[in-house]
């Protein structure tokens, strides 16, 4: 059996985890009394295997309807409490969790997938470690709206959008900005994000929008999108994006986009030896000089 490794923060053993879903049937990732959340689904199964309550910590609080197809989490496990995750017997060069993950397939419901767990490297925080998150925003614009196999996962919109002027008025979006306008409020938290992507690409009747920051607020991506829909409808001119930045509350201007067309794509991270160095800079408060 493999023994687990204590962390010096403790007794407990750090592991992260890789996690996939569907967020239709979720109210958001964040646990809720008497809601059905990701989190809380993923916090019983793997209290169950560990025989003790633990909890997940995300990259990034997905919302209502919302889905995954990388999203990372950590959990910190007693570490006399790993050896439960453990089979009776292990074959060699096996990896240490793969039975882990094998078994928690079998514990939680098909919405939602653990595709894999390994020990943290020191100093790991899925939350502030992380460089930047990656979404997609996909639609369709096809007049019957979205096949049924895509139906979840794509927002059906059958009125024509110019994405060329979607293009153009999202230049203005990227880079440090007060995001205020795109993000409902949240008491103490800052609004100023770095956008490092936001741009369209269409194949036929699938608009997708990819969109990349270090962070994201409240709300912001399908916020930016809804914004985004209106000049690509010609309610707005392009340069009416720009403008939003310099309000210092969310605007009622424009709807956010639905959920069920967005998906949290992936999470970067620094190496190893540079996580400690990452979670200090992004605990600092966000300003704009």
């Known amino acids: 059996m493999n023994k687990p490794a204590i962390d010096n923060g403790g007794g407990l053993v750090r592991l992260r985890l890789d996690i996939a879903y569907d967020g239709t049937e979720f109210a958001g990732w964040a646990?809720?009394?008497?809601?059905r959340t990701v989190a809380g689904v993923l916090d019983d199964a793997l209290s169950t295997v560990f025989r003790t309550r633990v909890h997940?910590?995300?990259a990034g609080?997905?919302?209502?309807?919302?889905h995954a197809a990388g999203q990372v989490a950590h959990v910190d496990v007693p570490a006399d409490a790993l050896p439960n995750a453990?089979?009776?017997?292990?074959?060699?060069?096996?990896?240490e969790f793969l039975p882990l993950v094998q078994r928690l397939a079998r514990f939680l419901p098909a919405d939602v997938r653990v595709l894999d767990i390994d020990r943290a490297a020191p100093g790991f925080d899925a939350r502030f470690s992380a460089l930047r998150r990656h979404y997609a925003y996909r639609l369709s614009t096809a007049p019957y709206g979205v096949e049924p196999q895509q139906a979840r996962y794509v927002t059906p919109w059958p009125r024509p959008l110019d994405v060329d002027a979607m293009v153009v008025a999202s230049r203005d979006l990227v880079g440090l900005h007060d995001f205020a306008a795109f993000c409902r409020h949240r008491e103490g938290a800052t609004t100023i994000r770095d956008l490092q992507r936001l741009d369209w690409t269409r194949e036929g009747d699938r608009?997708?929008?990819h969109v990349t920051a270090d962070a994201f607020c409240w709300a912001m991506v399908r916020s930016v999108v809804g914004a985004l829909l209106a000049v690509g409808e010609y309610r707005r001119e392009p340069g009416w994006c720009a403008t939003l930045l310099?309000?210092?509350s969310r605007s009622s201007d424009f709807a956010a986009a639905p959920p069920q067309g967005l998906t949290l794509e992936g999470v970067d991270y620094p190496p190893d030896d540079e996580l400690e160095a990452r979670t200090t800079v992004t605990r600092k408060l966000r300003v704009i000089d």
């Open 56 to 58: 997940l910590r995300a």
């Open 61 to 66: 609080r997905t919302d209502t309807g919302v």
């Open 246 to 248: 310099e309000s210092t």
């Open 207 to 209: 608009v997708t929008a």
């Open 31 to 35: 646990t809720q009394t008497g809601q």
């Open 86 to 95: 453990y089979p009776r017997a292990t074959r060699p060069g096996q990896r």
